[in-house]
């Protein structure tokens, strides 16, 4: 059984900067990769950054990229997401995704609210 827990969420003005956690447990050791994405009221789920966990090569959507940094602890299979200069259209529920051999896993996820 996998699990993934999402933390650090919280509501921001805009400009200001949160630190995303994702905590995976279970039988997570053939991780391949982990991934952030977010979902706003009214839109679809949005890719926002992955990162390879074997070498911590990331890789970010345009909307993000220059703003967002995603980082991983490979041997506790652990992902942040530390987002910077945040925007009110950065709104969104934010969740981690990990690949592995078996399957794709989600976690809950952790809302982000920032104010204008």
């Known amino acids: 059984q996998v699990q993934l827990v999402e933390s650090g969420g919280g509501l921001v003005q805009s400009g200001g900067s949160l630190r995303l956690s994702c905590a995976a447990s279970?039988?997570?050791?053939?991780?391949?990769?982990m991934a952030w994405f977010r979902q706003a009221p009214g839109k679809d789920r949005e890719f926002v950054a992955r990162?390879?966990?074997?070498?911590?090569?990331?890789h970010y959507s345009d909307s993000v990229k220059d703003r967002f940094t995603i980082s991983r602890d490979f041997a506790k299979n652990t992902v942040y997401l530390q987002a910077n200069s945040l925007k009110p259209e950065d709104t969104a529920v934010y969740y981690c995704?990990?690949?592995?051999?078996?399957?794709?896993?989600w976690g809950q996820g952790t809302q982000v609210t920032v104010s204008s």
């Open positions: 995704n990990l690949e592995m051999g078996s399957g794709s896993y």
């Open positions: 279970g039988r997570t050791f053939s991780a391949y990769r």
């Open positions: 990162i390879l966990m074997s070498t911590g090569w990331p």
